[in-house]
């Protein structure tokens, strides 16, 4: 479950509103699904030009509904430079 205050955007870029969070989650990976039913889906996503931001979005296009498995917060994604430094600090923590 989402632990921060979610906010909806108009197109002005200010707040909409607060969303409620109590049903959101943050989607961490790895996730893990049947490879032949993955492949289908990201093959079908991709030929009908649909925009697939991970592994579960590309089984909800298909209309499956893939279960929620409670994650860490520790399991971090790197996608901004920022987020190296984080991964930096729990690896050195790790190491002791």
Do not use: C
């Not at 509904?65 to 971090?76: D, F, M």
């Not at 901004?80 to 690896?91: I, K, R, V, W």
């Amino acid at each position: 479950p989402v632990r921060d205050t979610m906010k909806r955007a108009n197109k002005e870029n200010n707040i909409d509103h607060t969303v409620d969070r109590e049903a959101l989650w943050h989607a961490l990976t790895p996730q893990m699904f049947k490879t032949q039913q993955l492949t289908r889906a990201l093959a079908d996503a991709l030929q009908q030009g649909v925009a697939i931001t991970d592994e579960a979005s590309a089984l909800e296009w298909l209309g499956e509904t893939p279960a929620l498995v409670q994650g860490s917060a520790n399991n971090i994604k790197i996608t901004q430079p920022e987020d190296l430094a984080l991964a930096e600090f729990y690896l050195s923590r790790e190491r002791g």
